[in-house]
């Protein structure tokens, strides 16, 4: 096994998996659209919405969980829609009940409706009450790295600053904030929101993050199922280019057949 290989394998909270590209569930057309979409994805850690999709809570609606078992894939619920640390803080909760026991998850507590960027006095808030319940939180952020960092200290177990703004599909914004927030963690970096195609997510990798978690991007395409290949490939393009390192940018051309050592 060569170290790019090694190296292809994300690590959260101890356990590895195979694919760096990390998909949300909602937004599909249908049950089955979802299910096939995260197959063509490679995805192992899928993404649920609490507070709105059905994972038993009622017995009556069809269940996520029936195309995407946690035997197969690792559930990874969310706060999407919650506005305040109490909000967020029941949502874990919640899931923890229905999941049986499930520790991770992902935090997200919202500023407003507008811009969906994260409110961080209210994430600070729920980080601390939810590393005191046990919680494994990965977090979402905005692009600073002073946050980045704080949240790294609080205890969360993956910090997931935003790319761009929740399905603009703008892509990354600010790649060097990026950039300062991947060299100075000692935890996993996820770019969370604002990718649009797979260009931007194989950027997201170039940049040495530990990979990328999407939804609109895929589920909001024409062909759903298409682009969740597609950004498998860039995935796993991006980490590779990344390990193998970049040659350096120069203003002007060099050649790539010198002319030293010429016969004539």
């Known amino acids: 096994m060569t170290t790019t290989q090694f190296d292809s394998r994300l690590v959260i909270v101890g356990k590895e998996y195979q694919s760096r590209l990390l998909v949300g569930s909602g937004k599909y057309r249908d049950l089955e659209q979802t299910r096939l979409a995260t197959e063509a994805s490679g995805a192992q850690i899928v993404t649920v919405a609490i507070r709105r999709s059905n994972i038993g809570q009622h017995p009556d609606q069809p269940n996520l969980l029936e195309v995407l078992p946690p035997s197969r894939y690792t559930i990874l619920p969310n706060t999407a829609g919650c506005y305040n640390a109490d909000e967020a803080v029941r949502t874990c909760r919640l899931a923890r009940e229905l999941l049986d026991g499930h520790e991770l998850v992902k935090l997200e507590v919202l500023a407003d409706q507008t811009t969906l960027y994260p409110d961080l006095v209210e994430t600070y ?3 601390e ?5 046990g919680f494994k939180i ?3 952020t905005n692009d600073d790295p002073i946050a980045a960092k704080r949240l790294e200290e609080m205890g969360c177990v993956a910090v997931m ?4 703004p929740i399905g603009s599909g703008l892509g990354v914004r600010n790649p060097y904030n990026i950039l300062t927030i991947v060299e100075n963690a000692r935890v996993p970096i996820i770019v969370d929101a604002g990718v649009g195609t797979a260009s931007d997510a194989a950027i997201a990798m170039e940049l040495g993050c530990d990979g990328v978690l999407m939804n609109t991007a895929i589920a909001g395409a024409r062909d759903p199922v298409l682009m969740a290949s597609a950004m498998k490939k860039a995935i796993e393009a991006g980490r590779e280019a990344y390990c193998a390192g970049r040659i350096p940018k120069k203003r002007f051309a060099s050649a790539s057949s010198p002319l030293d050592g010429l016969f004539f």
């Open 125 to 127: 808030q729920a980080v």
């Open 129 to 133: 009450v939810l590393v005191r319940d």
């Open 138 to 140: 990965m977090v979402y």
């Open 161 to 164: 600053p935003l790319a761009a």
